[in-house]
Structures are given as structure tokens and as C-alpha cells.
């Protein structure tokens, strides 16, 4: 199977303009257009792509030699409770940031007094 002459150099391409070659490659597998535009320029690309870099290491380092009874019909519930887990992470940072920003407001007006 022979290649167009830019096939070896998509990635080079993408790393200069400093996408993340690995995760739009990935995204437009996966996601499809739509969702891979959307989401290219944005920090959930490279999520993506870290993502699926760590998740077979995680599987091997967690599982061990049990890896090989992962059963199919469980990613569906399994990608579910991987984003409920990292929008209960996202909300609790930002109700941390809330917290932080009243007290050292608060912290500001009892100086000024």
C-alpha cells in the first residue's frame, strides 16, 4: 500500500501549528467530524489524547492478568462513570476556587479596614 507523499508528514504539520496530532487523529476516528471540529481547539483534545495514551496502562497496572475478562458491554457504563467522576472533580475545584476567592476577598475587606 503506497501512501501520498504528505502521509508521513501529517504529524509534523499538526505539531508545528501545535495541535495535538495524536488526539485530532484520534478524535475524528472516534467522535467523528462534528464532535472532533468542536472540540480541536480546545484542552479536551489533549485530554483525549493523554486519555487514551494512560488508559491502557491504567487497565494493565489495575487488572494485571485479570485484563483479559473485560467484557465488551461494559464500556458504554464505564465511559459513563469516568465523565460523572470528572464532572464531580470539575465541581469540586470550582466550589475549592469559590470558597478560596470569598475568603481572601473577604481577607481584602478586613485588611482595608
Do not use: Y
Not at 496502562?57 to 492478568?65: K, M, P, V, W
Not at 485484563?67 to 470550582?94: F, Y
Amino acid at each position: 500500500m503506497s501512501f501520498p507523499w504528505w502521509q508521513g508528514h501529517k504529524s509534523v504539520i499538526l505539531e508545528a501549528s501545535r495541535a495535538a496530532p495524536r488526539a485530532h487523529l484520534l478524535l475524528f476516528l472516534v467522535c467523528g467530524d462534528d464532535q472532533a471540529i468542536d472540540w480541536l481547539q480546545s484542552d479536551l483534545a489533549k485530554f483525549f489524547e493523554e486519555f487514551s495514551t494512560e488508559f491502557p496502562r491504567a487497565l494493565h497496572r489495575s487488572l494485571g492478568e485479570n485484563v483479559g475478562d473485560v467484557k465488551p458491554r461494559w464500556a458504554k457504563g464505564t465511559a459513563n462513570r469516568v465523565s460523572r467522576m470528572l464532572s464531580d472533580h470539575i465541581s469540586e475545584l470550582q466550589r475549592k476556587d469559590e470558597f478560596l476567592g470569598n475568603f481572601f476577598a473577604g481577607e481584602r475587606e478586613s485588611s482595608d479596614v
